[in-house]
């Protein structure tokens, strides 16, 4: 190639592409039938399905959806939502959220979250995927007023692990947040290779997954020991017992970690604890939202 030709362009950004910029907000109010409705504004390519209540009107499910399919050097999302006291949201998706190659620019993604005294926030996005060279900052904070509650996981997959394609390039900055309350915040460098094969660090896993259940206060001891216990329950007789492991750092929440070679059994697992919690918690059986069956 002669030295002054231009580099072959990337085939995951679109020819002069600076990037999609996408906004969505979200407001869910109680009526006075003890409705859970839902309100939403948005901008450029991210929005949500319709409501639904599949387990009646006091419980809304919204499904986000980024029409692209995914995102790239230079996009930016932002999601922003509300929830009015008394109300209960489940957010989902339907599909994997695709951090693709970068030529450069940084992939950003966050959502920032209120939630008001008595309301219920279910934060159940399925997983995150970091191609080979991605460059990405995923952000989810939730402020919880006290006497709010939330279940919420993340599930993130280095590469593509059934496809034995490696995540050999590039990084991925992950932050979780209930300001005040608990607080992870790290980098993982695909040429950090002790972090990424030390028994001390990922362990070679590709995959990596977290749930919580957070309060706006500090939660009962005998809640937070069921929390617990159940979670350990369901661990001991599961295939990533020994990759996985659930604690209370702070009286205000449960978390549970996760490895995996692959994300089905870890999403399967973090299903079964998502339910032992509601159960738990709230007295409310599982349902599941019917976009992860089809």
């Known amino acids: 190639m002669p030295a002054h030709a231009a580099p072959a362009p990337d085939p995951a950004v679109p020819p002069g592409s600076t990037g ?99 309301a219920r926030l279910e934060w159940l996005p399925l997983e995150s995927i970091a191609y080979d060279g991605c460059l990405a900052h995923n952000q989810v904070q939730v402020q919880l007023a006290p006497g709010a509650q939330m279940i919420g996981w993340d599930v993130l997959a280095l590469g593509l692990p059934a496809a034995a394609a490696p995540f050999q390039r590039g990084s991925f900055l992950q932050e979780l947040e209930l300001p005040g309350v608990w607080l992870e915040r790290g980098r993982i460098d695909a040429a950090d290779r002790r972090l990424l094969e030390s028994p001390l660090g990922l362990a070679g896993r590709p995959v990596l997954a977290t749930a919580w259940f957070g309060a706006g206060s500090a939660l009962a001891p005998s809640l937070r020991e069921a929390l617990l216990e159940g979670t350990r329950d369901i661990l001991a007789g599961h295939t990533l017992a020994a990759l996985a492991g659930c604690t209370s750092p702070q009286p205000q929440c449960v978390v549970l970690r996760v490895l995996a070679d692959q994300v089905e059994p870890a999403l399967q697992l973090l299903g079964a604890v998502r339910a032992c919690w509601r159960q738990v918690a709230w007295g409310m059986a599982a349902h599941p939202p019917r976009i992860w069956r089809t």
């Open 20 to 118: 999609w910029h996408g906004r969505l907000a979200l407001h869910y109010q109680l009526d006075a039938q003890g409705s859970t409705t839902a309100h939403d504004r948005h901008h450029g390519p991210l929005r949500v399905l319709q409501r639904l209540y599949p387990e009646g009107p006091a419980v809304c499910h919204h499904v986000l959806v980024h029409p692209p399919g995914g995102i790239v050097g230079g996009d930016r999302l932002e999601i922003s939502a509300e929830l009015d006291a008394g109300t209960h949201a489940l957010i989902t998706t339907p599909g994997a959220t695709r951090f693709y190659r970068s030529a450069g620019a940084l992939a950003h993604q966050s959502a920032k979250v209120s939630v008001a005294d008595g």
